[in-house]
């Protein structure tokens, strides 16, 4: 069965900084890779997914993530973060060929400070 | 994407009594997600449900204190049955078309 961590609970970090979110998986099949972003007390809401093709993907609000293979690997970086962008981040992970279940990750809580 | 219409949003119950959360989809998918997430806490599955069978329930959870029903390709719904203050969670829906959408998710809270 697939599962994900996420390695670092928390990231502090300042306005307009660079910052990386860490996921890594494992399963022993093929895998899509999902980040989602929850707000304080919203729903989840997709950043960005990789189902095939190109290693990096981009998706909502200047995110970017790019699938390693080798290093079993995800994470998600934005080049210059914005207040608005403090929330809780969530890797995910489905195996392609088992009844398409996702398993999450625990979750980084990523604070931006002004 | 698919959209997913959930209710209710949020409800406090009283422990002992049931609550039932429906999802309606705006298209016909073969298979439903339910998760819960505990307060602080990631999201679980709790099962997943297909149109015509029973649901597949996860490890610790069982159909007895969430049974779920799926009439049609576009609705299931969730019981959370004889609630504790433990069953105080968000649970969510969850569909796959080109990803997965979620529910905009129930919150309860059991007192």
């Known amino acids: 069965a697939q599962s994900v961590t996420q390695l670092d609970s928390q990231v502090p970090v300042f306005e307009e900084a660079p910052v990386e979110l860490r996921c890594n998986y494992s399963s022993s099949v093929s895998v899509y890779l999902f980040w989602y972003v929850q707000y304080p007390n919203q729903g989840l809401q997709l950043l960005l997914k990789?189902?095939?093709?190109?290693?990096l993907v981009k998706g909502i609000n200047g995110f970017e993530a790019e699938f390693n293979k080798s290093q079993t690997s995800f994470h998600l970086r934005k080049p210059s973060v914005h207040i608005s962008d403090t929330a809780e981040y969530f890797c995910a992970v489905s195996e392609v060929e088992y009844g398409n279940k996702l398993v999450f990750g625990a979750g980084t809580i990523l604070r931006v400070k002004s | 994407s698919a959209v997913i219409s959930q209710k209710p949003s949020r409800d406090i119950c009283q422990r002992g009594t049931s609550l039932t959360i429906q999802c309606q989809v705006d298209s016909q998918v073969t298979m439903m997600f339910w998760y819960r997430q505990q307060p602080g806490q990631s999201l679980t599955l709790i099962a997943t449900?297909?149109?015509?069978?029973?649901?597949?329930?996860e490890s610790g959870f069982v159909i007895d204190k969430f049974p779920i029903s799926r009439p049609n390709l576009t609705f299931s719904t969730l019981t959370v049955s004889n609630m504790s203050p433990e069953d105080s969670s968000i649970y969510l829906c969850s569909v796959w078309g080109d990803g997965y959408t979620f529910g905009s998710g129930t919150r309860l809270t059991v007192v």
């Open positions: 990789y189902l095939s093709g190109s290693t």
């Open positions: 449900a297909n149109q015509g069978s029973e649901a597949t329930y």
